[in-house]
């Protein structure tokens, strides 16, 4: 009997996978060293699923060296297990499918369709079967659905995708190459000069990343406001009062503020002139992951790994296409009207997939970006089989409204402008109307328009100023980047990919190099920049990390060899290695100063000791192991002032402070619970008063 | 010679007393004094500026410690002190 194996990217994978192949709907479950597998037997042909579970393989120092030894230039593809502890698991996993792929005719890949996919199926097929990827075929598919499953495993593509899987694995090495040469530079820098180790890192993308967010604190702490000043006024036509304001928006002078509020006090105007004016506002474009990203963190907040992660879950489950893509464009051999049929099943959306399926022509707003291997996400019209969780509801709503409204019709908006006339100065009132919903009515709540709906007003009516006054106003400084503005802005400069990006700012995050939503750059970040800046300009050189982007890319395409780009990447960083090793012990002093600057200042409360009025800190006993708040005037002031700490969590001092006695409050956070806010000072206070009325 | 910026301790830079954030903070803060100027009609002294350049939420962290900086008697008296000797 003939034999097929097919690898999945992940166990779910396998599964819908197993169950859109066996005729009968039900595939046997069966499991080998703990990894689980299906059969499917058919009259004459013996189908197995297998997955992976992620990357199994992963670029590690050729031979063996030690960990902390730099600069490494020769790498080779790993077993993740040998690579890295604890991975007993993975080791198991690439025993079984070694064992299934015995006896085996035909081998296909059917992991997710792009470079990483296509990466962890060739590894498995080259290293674990045997070099089967020379010879086995590969699924392409953009959905989960029964129907194209069915079509992708009737018609795989004959070879394997190679120029995806040497885009794949150059990406890799060349990351691989700068992230461990660089971070292992910063870290055993600081190691040979303090002899305690702190992991610092950088990279190919997180260096240039990076340094966007400390360029705009720099903007930020060296901003100085400038004073400006608006016209507020409120006019009385026709009995209702209306805001209007002065035909210069800002007046940067208080003299002409002040003119101007003299010249019109307690005066009629004339409404002179009457304008109005239609706009048209185009449907939003299908999302590609980023947008997708974007979105989902303006409307919930929802940081760009997570909203991946979700979108990834809703895939699995056949609810979405591939959420990693690129593309903006939604081709018609998706099925429109299938997709809006099925959506019409739910009820939450069955008023407006009817209107859409009502429609003579469906012809979606496609937007200009392309992915040559998916389409932008979609739903598949599915409903979901099971209970989906409240963040994972919350995206698919998205994703489903934003699919209907790219169907929708152009909105249109009305917009009116009065001028009024006082003497010499102009006044002018503003209203807006909507004129037509269009796709609007598709995509709400996520997208509102508000109107200001003005009485209706004739040239040369009476205008009383009820109300005048200049306000003074500051410029504002420029924002800081939120997780969602930082992923488009990485997409902009082309540094990344869409895979990577959310990771890279995952791992800024843990580094302690940017900290909150709306991203605040650490002092670490400021110095980490500078000492790349002053002694590797190129490695946070966006222009570089676009160059290499490019000829990644281009090895896609076929257009350059993964040889070629680690060559150049090779050549490029040699030099730069070779001169931070050469400054080793300048660039160890200045980060050991900061490391402990840091530890210092996390460490440092905001508010002083009450008692003394030194700086208090969270001190850890030598003698019993406990935390606490101590004064630093210990030895100074004999002061004793101290507070107790809860044990256990891990404790963060926070920017607020208590409303009850001003005092900083802390938090703490312990896994699988809320995270606790306290004031350590309330809290004494409330115990020593407990513990008053207990003795009386 | 002082090789640390006077108001955080970091690198100063070679033409100045002030690492390059305190330094930045400072042009900003003489730059946009001119600004202001214009916008108060010329009655608007140094010292009033900073204050309230001090007050503002929206100015930055750097620019708040210089012009704190700046308002402290000592530094003006050695700034001028500085001034006098340049002339």
Redesign the interface.
Known sequence: MKQTLIICEKPDAALRMAEALSESGKASKREKHGAPYYQIDTKDERIIVCSAIGHLYQVDTKGSSERHYYPVWDFAWKPKYQVEKGQRKQELWLRAIAELSRGVDTYISACDYDIEGSLIGYMILEYTCNGAAQIAKRMKFSTLTERELREAYANPMPRLDFPLVNAGMCRHEVDWLYGVNLSRALTESAYKFSQRYSTLSTGRVQGPTLRYVVEREKEIMTFVPLPYWTIEAIIEIDGREIAAGYQVERLETNREAEEVVEKSFGKIGIVEDLELKKYYLTPPTPFDLSTLQAEAYRHFGFPPSSSLRIAERLYLDALVSYPRTSSQKLPPMIGYREILNGLSKTPQYEKHSNALLSAKALRPNEGKKTDPAHPAIYPTGISPKRRLEPREQKVFDLIVKRFMATFGSVATKQSEKVTIKVGDQTFLVHGSRILEKGWIEFYEPFSKLEEIILPSITVGQKAAFKRLSAEKKFTQPPPRYNPGSLLRLMEEENIGTKATRAEILDTLYRRGYIKGERIVATSLAFRITELLLKYCPRVIDVAFTRELEGMMERIESGEETREHVILEAVEHLKPIIEDLKAKETEIGEELTKTIKEMKMADITLRTPCPQCGSKLHVIRSRRSGKRFIGCSGMWKNACRFGLPLPQFGVLTLLEKDCRECGFQLIQVKTKGKRPMISCPKCFQAKRQSMSTSKSA | MRQNCRLCGS?KLDNSEFCE?HH??EL??D??YK??L????GALTMQSYLQE?LK?Q??????KEMAAHLLKPQSRSADDEADTNNL
């Open positions: 690198p954030l930045k903070a900003s803060l730059e946009c600004i202001w214009k916008s108060y009609n350049v503002l929206e100015t930055g962290q750097a620019v």
